[in-house]
């Protein structure tokens, strides 16, 4: 029999009573111009879920804890032009001896002021806002489903509070060698013109996915991105889902991103005869703002994907979606909620889904420390492969820290 999971969210919401973010960890200054600055990630989640789990087509209830993210960060500064990053997360558990940590991200800032710097080596591309959103400072438990359409995080969506692939938005052929991050160059700037109108772009290029049978191109990955804010400014190269009341801003942003022959072609044979070609665009509008006691954040973006109708599973993939997400913080406390669509081009409608979250997240320091409690219902236009379910719904503890 199936939890009753909507009163299970009731009464661990009920339990989360417990007693300003400060983003910087542990800092050691080596002299006037020099330091190290050491932080750390943990997120911690208990999942209860839908899954098939002895394979007869239908969904059983199924418990799971989670390391979500499991990260050291350590920044370096040699001094106000140059300066280093290096960003540690658990991997997979291997043959039985635990879990093994590795870089995610390593790389080198190079500022010759506000407007005019550069991230060279491995990063976020600055695909949509989302993926310019720190891990740290999300709002619900963690980033929407279509989040992953773009290139380096496979092209599909994900399910269960993206804990999970939804394997029939998936193009398995396209994969990138870096796992959501890319390796290049990030041109990037940000300044003000006025005391309420801020900008901020980014320009880069990067590996890509480089189609394995297809040994004559190095076809690079290229990404634009622009921001403009009114009031308050986002001045960093990541934003957050969720300022708790401490900014009032209104933000408008477009990305584009393109490369060339990421996937192969084939005809009715199945032999090989071209190459399949990536788009992706995504425009996105952010809110936060004071409202009565509280503060009112919201946050809602299109995007497209186009991967040239390369395969069946690529039609699958691509086509085009939205989020949209709020919350109001009041004292320590911050409801949500969190709804999405995406509709691909496949004739069957495989692959296109809805989905709704609704949850609350208390924070006992800001950011630094808090607990959300979310509920998702995921329901895809055609049954689950190799099921007879049309929903998968998940409820989330997660405890959240960072410094």
């Known amino acids: ?41 943990v997120q911690a989640l208990t999942i209860f879920t839908d899954k098939d789990l002895d ?15 499991a990260r050291f960060r350590l920044k370096g500064t040699v001094n106000k032009y140059m300066s280093a990053f290096i960003q540690t997360d658990a991997g997979s558990e291997s043959g039985g001896s635990g879990t093994d940590m590795r870089i995610i991200d390593s790389w080198v800032n190079l500022k010759y002021n506000n407007w005019v710097q550069g991230f060279f080596g491995q990063h976020m591309a600055p695909s949509s806002r989302m993926a310019t959103t720190s891990s740290g400072a999300l709002m619900t438990i963690d980033r929407p489903n279509n989040n992953t359409k773009n290139l380096t995080w496979g092209a599909r969506a ?20 870096n796992a ?64 708790l009341g401490k900014k009032k801003t209104i933000a408008i942003g477009a990305s584009f991103e393109a490369q060339d022959e990421v996937q192969n072609t084939f005809d009715a044979a199945g032999v090989v005869n071209g190459a399949g070609d990536y788009e992706y665009y995504s425009v996105d509008a952010f809110v936060e703002w004071p409202l009565g006691p509280g503060s009112l954040t919201a946050e809602a973006a299109f995007s497209d994907l186009d991967l040239d109708d390369a395969t069946a599973a690529a039609t699958q993939s691509q086509g085009d979606g939205y989020y949209f997400q709020a919350g109001y913080y009041i004292n320590q406390w911050q409801p949500w909620f969190e709804y999405e669509e995406w509709d691909g081009d496949a004739d069957s409608d495989l692959g296109d889904y809805d989905s709704f979250r609704i949850g609350v997240s208390y924070f006992l320091k800001g950011h630094n420390a808090n607990i959300k409690l979310g509920y998702e219902s995921f329901s895809p236009d055609q049954n689950f492969t190799g099921t007879n379910e049309d929903e998968i719904e998940t409820i989330v503890l997660g405890l959240y820290t960072t410094y």
């Not at 394979?55 to 993210?69: C, L, P």
């Open 1 to 41: 029999m199936k939890t009753p999971r909507i009163a299970l969210l009731a009464g661990v919401a009920a339990g989360l009573v417990v007693g300003s973010p400060a983003w910087a960890g542990a800092k050691l200054k080596i002299d006037d111009e020099s330091s190290i600055d050491l932080g750390f990630r």
């Open 55 to 69: 394979g007869d087509g239908s969904f059983d209830d199924e418990t799971d804890f989670r390391v979500r993210r």
């Open 158 to 177: 994900t399910n269960r509070f993206a804990t999970a692939t939804y394997a029939d938005s998936n193009d398995g052929a396209i994969s990138g060698p």
């Open 180 to 243: 959501v991050r890319d390796v290049g160059a990030t041109f990037f700037g940000t300044g003000s013109f006025s005391d309420t109108m801020h900008l901020k772009y980014y320009a880069g290029v990067y590996d890509g996915v480089q189609n394995a049978t297809d040994t004559d191109d190095d076809n690079l990955r290229t990404t634009v991105r622009a921001q403009m804010n009114f009031f308050d400014a986002e001045p960093g190269y990541f934003n957050s889902s969720t300022y």
